[in-house]
């Protein structure tokens, strides 16, 4: 049986004032960094694999062969937006279609050699842009900042999920 204490039933408080200032303040940040990250890449005309299908590739990279609906739900995105940028990858030959073992009827998705090449230089590219970037910090600062963005990210994941960390 529940205790008429209120303060025993009531639901946690919401964050007040001065988080929500401060939430407000790292949205506009990560805007203005995902505009620029936007803009720097639409700027290189050297490089070689369009913005919106780098994190597609580099997915498959990692974590090997996979269905578009397991790429779709590990990105946290539109299955029907991920077929497109798949679809884009294919055409270039950086991704291939494999018959799933497991199941004759379905695809697995993976990269290509060429893929594979493509990715590498990408990555350094983006690599010494941001190196550049951050070639005024401190090594302990630029640690921070990856060891930070990092975990923010894993936690607006869990969050994003319904849990709790």
Do not use: Y
């Not at 369009?50 to 397991?70: I, K, M, T, Y």
């Amino acid at each position: 049986m529940a205790s008429g204490n209120p303060a025993l039933t009531a639901p946690p408080p919401g964050p007040g004032e001065e988080d929500l200032a401060l939430a407000d303040r790292v949205a506009r940040a990560l805007i203005m960094l995902i505009r620029l990250v936007k803009r720097v890449g639409a700027h290189r005309a050297e490089a070689e694999l369009e913005s919106a299908a780098f994190p597609v590739l580099a997915h498959l990279a990692v974590d090997g062969p996979q269905r578009s609906g397991e790429i779709a739900a590990a990105m946290c995105a539109d299955p029907s937006t991920i077929s497109r940028q798949v679809a884009g990858l294919v055409k270039a030959g950086l991704v291939e279609r494999r018959a799933d073992p497991g199941d004759g009827r379905a695809t697995l998705l993976a990269t290509t050699t060429d893929g594979t090449r493509i990715l590498d230089l990408e990555r350094r590219r983006r690599a010494e842009q941001l190196a550049t970037a951050l070639s005024g910090w401190t090594p302990e600062h630029r640690t921070q900042l990856a060891e930070l963005l990092s975990r923010f990210v894993t936690d607006l994941q869990v969050h994003e999920q319904g849990g709790t960390r």
